[in-house]
């Protein structure tokens, strides 16, 4: 069936510091990437995605890249702020399908 | 838009006790679904529906009723609620043709004591 195993946290990181999330998937044939965040107090919102293959997804300086031959989209963030301080999930769908399975989440924590 | 609401926002329930979680979206989105959130364990799917008069099980279906009679709304009703379902419940709604994107509500708190 499909998993999606991500790094554990917490992660705590000062601000402007480099940001890594892991994150590695099974699942047979061609599934879609996804990362969502979710904010404290918050439901989860969508932050990036990737619908094949050596596809990059991006969003407010996010990004991750969709790597078929590791079966990877590590989600990184060059510079990060005190604001980017949230729960990561990266999650997958099969191809014509909209369950997502999803990983445990990160905690991220980025101190001023 | 409203987008995805959900009510309550938090909710105190005693072993046996049953109640419905409110879920509803008014962006026409034909798929809807239920996730619960536990620590550790991400989002995990409960029930999920395709369209007015369809439902579904997910991964964890157990304890759990859904019926969707509109496409606005998808109610998740526990039947006797037992302290193993207290958990952060989520409604998602998704429309065909948006690489699969969900809308998320923000979520309702539910601790069985």
């Known amino acids: 069936g499909n998993s999606v195993t991500q790094m554990e946290g917490p992660v705590t990181l000062s601000e402007e510091a480099f940001l890594t999330i892991n994150c590695t998937y099974t699942a047979t044939g061609y599934p879609s990437l996804f990362w969502y965040v979710q904010y404290p107090g918050e439901g989860l919102q969508l932050l990036l995605k990737?619908?094949?293959?050596?596809d990059k997804g991006s969003n407010k300086g996010f990004e991750a890249t969709y790597r078929k031959e590791t079966t990877s989209f590590h989600l990184e963030k060059g510079s990060v702020q005190v604001s980017d301080s949230a729960v990561y999930f990266c999650a997958l769908s099969r191809t014509n399908d909209y369950k997502l399975s999803f990983g445990a989440g990160t905690t991220v924590t980025v101190r001023a | 838009n409203a987008g995805v609401t959900q009510t309550p926002k938090f909710q105190v329930l005693k072993t046996g006790q049953s109640m419905t979680l409110q879920c509803a979206q008014d962006m026409n989105h034909e798929y809807m679904s239920w996730y619960r959130q536990d620590p550790g364990m991400g989002l995990r799917l409960i029930h999920y529906s395709v369209g007015a008069g369809i439902t579904d099980q997910g991964e964890v279906p157990n304890g759990y009723n859904v019926s969707r009679s509109t496409t606005e709304d998808f109610p998740l009703r526990l039947l006797s609620a037992a302290p193993s379902q207290t958990s952060v419940y989520f409604c998602?709604?998704?429309?065909?043709?948006?690489?699969?994107?969900?809308?998320f509500g923000p979520g309702t708190r539910l601790t069985v004591t």
């Open positions: 998602a709604s998704s429309k065909p043709g948006q690489s699969y994107e969900q809308y």
């Open positions: 990737a619908t094949k293959a050596d």
